[in-house]
């Protein structure tokens, strides 16, 4: 019997696919953003306010993932300037998206037209953290009714986002949610995250959220 | 579900390595997974015996060492593995802390004849 070293890292593959669709995007002076939450915390939502109020500003275009269902693809198309639904089902590597689909659906967008790429992961806390897909910016969405220890819960996906969102802010005076206790927990594992304050339903705190995203891809475009 | 990705991963670096190596059979793949990275050993070692059917892997023990999440507070540089719903310093009670170990996700080496 013989022992071999090996050291090689398993996410390694996925992550050579996100540099190469990082790249792509750079060329093309598209600013990629991977939206990640649990089910029904407002990923789809907070996509329809950004495209009704950047869309006069920014040519925008969503990638959706859904394990099924083109429902969140039918609800953004009107708004934005190109969708592609992905539906991990299909997929035997993952549930959530992987930088290889996001491959695949690049080829199908107009990257030379785009400013703005939003791209909603599939509903998941765990899964998503892990596989990079090329983006610019990682959002996490935390919702009121999800409580305030998520961020103990689910570290990884915290640590690594560059914006966290509470969104259903509405919901506050009916639901045992410690803003603070949250707010917290995020600045104690990650110094970089900007945190918003939001309601999709009435629409307090979108403002706030779509000056940042404005402003970044501005930044973005005039990258040399 | 998202061990099947990794874990066709780890037979193609495995069988890679193996011919490398001219071996005729893998004996036992040695894994280090961090404790917060969400992925399961007993998941991966499901998806590994369907993956490796008919091939040289067959059969292989999947070892795996766990490596406990550790984080190094930012105030006072103290080393600390955190509770459950706690993640404050033991020593000075600070608050903010960054992942010293358990993100780790690699093949270590594997044993072969």
């Known amino acids: 019997m013989k022992k071999i070293e090996v050291i090689q890292n398993l996410l390694e593959a996925n992550d050579t696919i996100a540099k190469r669709n990082q790249r792509l995007l750079d060329e093309h002076k598209v600013f990629a953003v991977n939206i990640m939450s649990a089910p029904g915390a407002g990923k789809t939502s907070l996509i329809l306010h950004t495209l009704r109020r950047l869309k006069n500003r920014l040519s925008i275009a969503v990638i959706e993932g859904d394990v099924a269902s083109t429902i969140d693809a039918e609800k953004v198309q009107n708004e934005a300037r190109a969708v592609v639904q992905i539906n991990t089902r299909n997929m035997a590597e993952s549930c959530s998206l992987m930088a290889v ?63 966290v969102i509470t969104n259903k802010m509405d919901l506050l005076p009916h639901v045992d949610f410690d803003i603070a206790a949250f707010r917290n927990s995020i600045t104690g594992l990650n110094r970089k995250a900007e945190i918003f304050q939001l309601s999709c339903k009435t629409g307090e ?17 005039t990258k040399p | 579900m998202h061990e099947f990705g990794v874990t066709e991963n780890i037979v193609n670096i495995v069988l890679a390595k193996a011919g490398e190596a001219q071996a005729s059979k893998v004996i036992q793949i040695n894994i280090v997974v961090g404790e917060m990275t969400g992925f399961v050993p007993d998941c991966i070692q499901f998806y590994f015996d369907s993956l490796s059917k008919d091939t ?41 802390a960054e992942v010293s170990k358990g993100r780790e996700l690699y093949i270590e080496s594997m044993e072969v004849e």
């Open chain 1, 101 to 163: 689909m996001i491959e695949a659906a690049l080829k199908n967008l107009p990257l030379d037209n785009l400013d703005l790429l939003l791209v909603e992961n599939v509903g998941n806390l765990i899964c998503p953290s892990e596989f990079a897909l090329g983006e610019h910016k990682r959002v996490v969405i935390s919702s009121l009714p999800e409580g305030d220890d998520k961020p103990i819960k689910y570290p990884l996906i915290f640590i690594d986002a560059d914006a």
């Open chain 1, 205 to 221: 705190g979108i403002e706030e959220w779509c000056s940042w995203i404005l402003r970044q891809a501005e930044t973005n475009a």
């Open chain 2, 56 to 96: 040289i892997a067959q059969g292989a023990v999947l070892h795996f060492e766990v490596v406990p999440t550790h984080l190094r507070c930012r105030d006072c540089s103290t080393i600390f593995h955190p509770q459950d719903t706690l993640w404050s310093c033991p020593k000075c009670q600070g608050q903010s």
